[in-house]
């Protein structure tokens, strides 16, 4: 069992942060200065403490349950009732080290509250294919979608028109980005995914969280992230701030993708059946390539490549 989490007054006199804490990790444990004895509704400013001292006089003691470091953070349970869970968190601002003290009700505070939407997505319930290989997979069950586990060749979520699959969703903790990213490993899905009609890449993180990753360089992952991005432009990294809110974009994205896909299909069979103007006379060609630049004879049969390029003029 770990030691006590130990709460003293701080001896240092006209200091502006009242007492001391011991948190027991390592194997001395780590003094800060704090200026509360528990953190509530908003953070609590801690900083270094030299020494614990000689002869405290201490204002409280807890029996911890447990205490962990995890990342830039100290997670620490008291054995208590209520006010058990809270957290250390190291970070810096305006080049030097900052140090708060949050308890769970100061975290949620920095989550977004929001209620997810039931509506169906394009007005449809969605047949969404998620593919075998992926492990605690969204189940969709807040949304309005039938749910198939397959093979994919691409990506972890996706919708099909036919047999054919038209939108794809790659799945990523911050962690798995970051070592996916970094060692080249999703470039090949990346370029893979690009040959869809739509892809998206979805992380169940806010971007602040790239740069509080343990065994990452937040300067490299941001630099894989936007290198990526600028590569492979058709296909977005986004950044959701929760599981919750990954799974309601990616419900959202992918309804709107097979609508597209739908809305451009039936413009597509509807285009084709259109009247088609006249043919051009070999006057018209010559007169366009002309003014393109493109050598062409003044008599004659046209070339083959100048009556291609005219065909492909409007895309």
Known sequence: MPDDFLIARNPEE????PYL?????????????????????????????????????????LPVKSVSKRGAAIDL???????????????????????????????KQARPNVALPTARAHGSVLDIVV??????????????????????KVGDYGVFDGDELI??????????????????????????????????VVVEAPYSQAFKQEHASGASLAEAVAEAQIRFPNVPIVFCDNRSLAQEWSYRWLGAALHEYGQRKGTDAVVATMAEGPEASPKQIREWATTQ????????RIPKAIRAAWEQRNG
């Open 14 to 17: 006209g200091s502006t942060l």
């Open 21 to 61: 804490v011991r948190i027991p990790i390592g194997p001395r444990g780590i003094v800060l200065k704090v200026r509360d004895t528990w953190p509530g509704a908003t953070k609590v400013y801690c900083h270094r403490a030299d020494e614990w001292p000689a002869d405290p006089e201490i204002v409280e003691t």
């Open 77 to 107: 349970v008291v054995d208590r009732a209520r006010k058990s869970r809270s957290q250390f968190v190291i970070t810096q601002a305006r080049g030097r080290e900052m140090i708060f003290w949050q308890s769970r009700q100061t975290a």
């Open 131 to 152: 593919d075998t290989g992926e492990r605690y997979a969204w189940n969709f069950g807040h949304q309005q979608a039938n749910v198939e586990k397959r093979k994919l």
């Open 167 to 200: 939108a794809s969703i790659e799945r990523k903790s911050m962690g798995d980005l970051a070592s996916s990213l970094l060692s080249g490993k999703l470039n090949y899905g990346l370029a893979e995914m690009s040959e869809l009609f739509r892809a998206a």
């Open 293 to 300: 630049g493109l050598d062409v004879p003044e008599r004659g």
